[in-house]
């Protein structure tokens, strides 16, 4: 059974920093694609940051780029967000996921993701 269980969300002021973590397991290869994605109350799930299986490509949402860091350490079966100057509208539950198509670019339609953790909330106040 495929596991995603995210991490590391709280509540912090407007320029502040969190890094939010997420351990998968039961993923049979290393090699997958991991995403960053939130939802806001009364929105759609929006894609935040992208890495590929390697660590090697990153890709991000306009609206965190230069603020967002999104790694990996394959041998700890980690995915991290480090999310600086946070602003309230960063306020959101975000979303740990996993895309197994390794061989393809990284995704950024919630759509295309294959498996989902739970979620921990985030709160920037002003």
């Known amino acids: 059974q495929v596991q995603l269980v995210e991490s590391g969300g709280g509540l912090v002021q407007a320029g502040g920093s969190l890094r939010l973590s997420c351990v998968a397991s039961?993923?049979?290869?290393?090699?997958?694609?991991m995403g960053w994605f939130r939802q806001a109350p009364g929105k759609e799930r929006e894609f935040v940051a992208g890495?590929?299986?390697?660590?090697?490509?990153?890709k991000y949402a306009d609206s965190v780029k230069g603020r967002f860091t999104i790694s990996r350490d394959n041998a700890k079966n980690t995915v991290y967000l480090q999310m600086n100057s946070l602003k309230p509208e960063d306020t959101a539950v975000y979303f740990c996921?996993?895309?197994?198509?390794?061989?393809?670019?990284?995704?950024?339609?919630?759509?295309?993701?294959?498996?989902w953790g739970q979620g921990t909330q985030v709160t920037v106040s002003s």
């Open positions: 996921a996993a895309y197994t198509a390794w061989y393809r670019m990284i995704p950024t339609s919630a759509y295309e993701y294959d498996y």
């Open positions: 039961g993923l049979t290869s290393s090699r997958n694609h």
């Open positions: 890495i590929n299986w390697s660590g090697s490509s990153t």
